[in-house]
C-alpha cells in the first residue's frame, strides 16, 4: 500500500479560523498516526484577494498550535505553468473545449457523465445525479479554478487522502471527473462534519472569536487548544477528554469522526484551559502571563509588589485562572481603586442600611490589628460577628463585594493581606462616605 499522503490546503484570503484549524489538525493526526506524511499546499491562485498578511497569519498559527508539516508550503501560485499545460492536455484531446468571454479565454471540460459516487470515508456512499455542467478548468485571466488545480496538486502530489470540511463536498464529484479526464488515480475522501456554535447555527463570528490567534490572544495554552479541536467530532471512544498529542496520534482513526456536526462549547474550551493551565509550571505560567499583566496596565504595579506578596497572589490566582487574560484582569480590584463592580453582587450584598454600622466596626478592628495578616483579620471578623451575633459570612460576603467588586474571588483573608491594610481601609472608608 502507498504511504498515507494528506495535506491541508488554505486559501490566504483571510485569517485561519477555528474550523480551518480543526482540519488542519485532522490531517496532521492521520498522519502522525499512519506513519503518512502531512503537506501544506498555499491555494493562493486568487492573487487579488490573497494577502501576504493572512499567509503569515495561517503559518503562525499553525506552528503556534504545534502542527508541523512535513513537506511545502507549496505555492499554486508557482504553478500556473502546469496547470496550463494540463489543460493544453485536455484541449489537443477534445475533451476540452475554449470558450470567448469578454476578458478572454476561459477553458471548460464536458464532462461525460450524468452520475458519479463515491464512498466517503465518513458519511458513506454518496451519490450526485446533477452539477455535471461544463466544469470551468481555466478562467480568463489564465488562472486555473481551484477544481483544477487542487486536482492537479493533490495527484501530483500523491495525496492519498483527502480530508477537508463538508462544505466541499459538491465539490467532490466535478473533482472525480477531471482525475478522471486527466487519468489520474482518485483518492480517498473524507469530509468532516461542520462545526456549529451554541446555537446551533454554523460557527461564525456572530458567535464569538473564529481565527484562532484570537485565542492565543486570549491567553489559550495551544496545547489546550489542540486538545478541544480534536475532540471537534472526534472522539477516542471511552469518555476521555484530556488527551496529550502523542496520545491524540496513537488513537486517531477515521472511523472515530462523528457524522453528526460538532458544537464549538466555549466553556468547555475554557475548562480544559484552566486543566492544562494548572499543569503549567510556575515559571512557563509567569513567562506567559506577564505579556497579559502588561495589556492591562499592571505590570509596574505587579513587580511593585514584595516578593512574598506577588508570590502569594501567584499562588491564589494560578489554580484558579481560566485563561492568561483572565488571571491579569483579575488583578483589577488588587491594584485599581475602580475596579469593575458587579452591579447584582453590590445589589445582593452592599445595599442594606446595617453594611455602614458593620463596616464601621470592622474598620476600626482592623486599625487595631498589630499585623494585618490573614489569620488576623479572620479572627477580628469573626469576633466581630459574634458581638453583633450575626454569622461571619453575613460579613464576609458583603466585604468581598465590596473589596473586589465580585461575588466570587479568591480566599478573602489572603487577599486582604496582599492588599495591606491601608487600601483595605481606604475602600471600607470610600464605602462609607
Ligand atoms: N483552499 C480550499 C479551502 O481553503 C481547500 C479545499 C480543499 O481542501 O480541497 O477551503
Given amino acids: 500500500m502507498n504511504e498515507v499522503s494528506v495535506r491541508f490546503a488554505p486559501s490566504p484570503t483571510g485569517f485561519l479560523h477555528v474550523g480551518g484549524a480543526r482540519t488542519a489538525l485532522f490531517n496532521y493526526l492521520f498522519a502522525r498516526h499512519n506513519k503518512g506524511k502531512f503537506v501544506l499546499r498555499i491555494e493562493d491562485t486568487d492573487q487579488e484577494r490573497s494577502e501576504k498578511e493572512f499567509l503569515d497569519e495561517i503559518l503562525t498559527s499553525l506552528k503556534w498550535i504545534g502542527i508541523d508539516w512535513d513537506e511545502g508550503p507549496i505555492y499554486q501560485s508557482e504553478r500556473f505553468g502546469i496547470y496550463q499545460e494540463q489543460a493544453q ?11 470567448k468571454t469578454e476578458r478572454g479565454v476561459a477553458i471548460r471540460y464536458k464532462p461525460k457523465t450524468e452520475s458519479i459516487k463515491f464512498n466517503d470515508l465518513i458519511r458513506g456512499e454518496i451519490e450526485f445525479k446533477e452539477g455535471f455542467e461544463d466544469i470551468v478548468i481555466m478562467k480568463s485571466d489564465g488562472t486555473p479554478t481551484y477544481n483544477f488545480a487542487c486536482v492537479i496538486d493533490d495527484a501530483q502530489g500523491g495525496i492519498t487522502h483527502i480530508i477537508r470540511g463538508e462544505d466541499h463536498i459538491s465539490n467532490t464529484p466535478k473533482q472525480i471527473v477531471l482525475y478522471k479526464a486527466l487519468k489520474f488515480n482518485v483518492p480517498c475522501f473524507a469530509h468532516l462534519p461542520l462545526i456549529l456554535g451554541e446555537d446551533r447555527s454554523r460557527l461564525s463570528k456572530r458567535h464569538g472569536a473564529v481565527a484562532l490567534s484570537a485565542y492565543k490572544d486570549e491567553g489559550y495554552l495551544p496545547q489546550a487548544l489542540f486538545n478541544f479541536l480534536a475532540l471537534l467530532g ?17 488513537l486517531f482513526t477515521l472511523d472515530r469522526i462523528n457524522k453528526s456536526n460538532a458544537v464549538f462549547d466555549v466553556e468547555k474550551l475554557k475548562w480544559m484551559n484552566k486543566r492544562y493551565l494548572k499543569n503549567t509550571s510556575d515559571a ?29 497572589l501567584f499562588r491564589l490566582l494560578k489554580p484558579r485562572a481560566h485563561t492568561f487574560k483572565e488571571y491579569a484582569q483579575n488583578l483589577n480590584y488588587i491594584f485599581s481603586s475602580d ?17 455602614n ?22 479572627q477580628e471578623i469573626r469576633a466581630l460577628a459574634v458581638e453583633i451575633n450575626a454569622e ?42
Fill in 89 to 99: 492536455k485536455l484541449l489537443s484531446t477534445g475533451l476540452a473545449y475554449e470558450e
Fill in 234 to 250: 472526534w472522539s477516542p471512544g471511552d469518555n476521555r477528554e484530556i488527551l496529550t498529542k502523542k496520545e491524540l496520534m496513537n
Fill in 284 to 312: 512557563d505560567f509567569k513567562k506567559e502571563v506577564s505579556v497579559f499583566i502588561e495589556r492591562e496596565g499592571y505590570l509596574n504595579d505587579y513587580q511593585a509588589l514584595e516578593d512574598d506578596k506577588r508570590d502569594d
Fill in 357 to 378: 454600622e458593620m463596616f464601621s466596626a470592622l474598620k476600626e478592628r482592623f486599625k487595631k490589628i498589630e499585623d494585618f495578616s490573614k489569620e488576623k483579620i479572620e
Fill in 339 to 355: 475596579y469593575p463592580k458587579d452591579a447584582e453582587a453590590v445589589k445582593k450584598h452592599l445595599s442594606e442600611e446595617k453594611n
Fill in 392 to 433: 461571619a459570612k453575613e460579613l464576609i460576603h458583603p466585604l468581598r463585594v465590596l473589596l473586589t467588586g465580585r461575588e466570587v474571588s479568591p480566599p478573602l483573608f489572603e487577599l486582604m493581606e496582599i492588599l495591606g491594610r491601608d487600601e483595605v481601609l481606604v475602600r471600607i472608608e470610600s464605602f462609607l462616605t
